[in-house]
């Protein structure tokens, strides 16, 4: 089923981990919904723009999944409404940047980039049709616990 013109429910609920462990990644109606909103509002507005493969390592993730990784149930990973991702060889702040400053979303963060090394971290952004704040962080380690800021 395609979301969009470049992405697919596929790659946006594949997962190492369910796999492995046996568990359903399937999402609800809903839930594709939330994603097909994601691509079309999101996801492919940065291929678009870019004009190169947009490479999503963390999109849709049931509670069972979210359990099994150690992330909450609450993440809007479990909504549908959220990807982790990025563009290989553009620095991840340039894309985040980008995103920010040309497109609505809810949540965007800049995961764990450090600016000696560009290609560092990732980008999470989540979109939402109720409504969204706009809100832009920095996640970063300290003293082995993730801040944010």
């Given at each position: 089923m395609?979301?969009?013109?470049?992405?697919?429910?596929?790659?946006l609920t594949k997962s190492?981990?369910?796999t492995r462990k046996g568990i359903d990644n399937t999402p609800s109606t809903e839930h594709r919904d939330n994603l097909k909103?994601?691509?079309?509002?999101?996801?492919?507005?940065?291929?678009?723009?870019?004009?190169?493969?947009?490479?999503v390592s963390s999109g849709y993730r049931s509670e069972e999944l979210c359990l099994a990784i150690g992330s909450k149930i609450t993440s809007q990973h479990a909504k549908g409404q959220a990807a982790d991702f990025e563009i290989y060889g553009l620095s991840n702040k340039e894309l985040a940047?980008?995103?920010h400053e040309n497109l609505d979303y809810d949540q965007l963060?800049?995961?764990?980039?450090?600016?000696e090394d560009p290609n560092s971290g990732w980008v999470h952004c989540s979109f939402?049709?109720?409504?969204?704040?706009?809100?832009?962080?920095?996640?970063y380690k300290e003293n082995g616990k993730t801040k944010y800021e």
């Open positions: 395609k979301l969009s013109e470049n992405f697919s429910l596929i790659e190492q981990t369910a909103s994601l691509c079309e509002m999101v996801l492919q507005p940065v291929r678009d723009h870019f004009n190169r493969v947009v490479s940047d980008w995103v963060i800049l995961e764990y980039w450090r600016e939402n049709l109720q409504g969204n704040r706009k809100q832009y962080l920095k996640a």
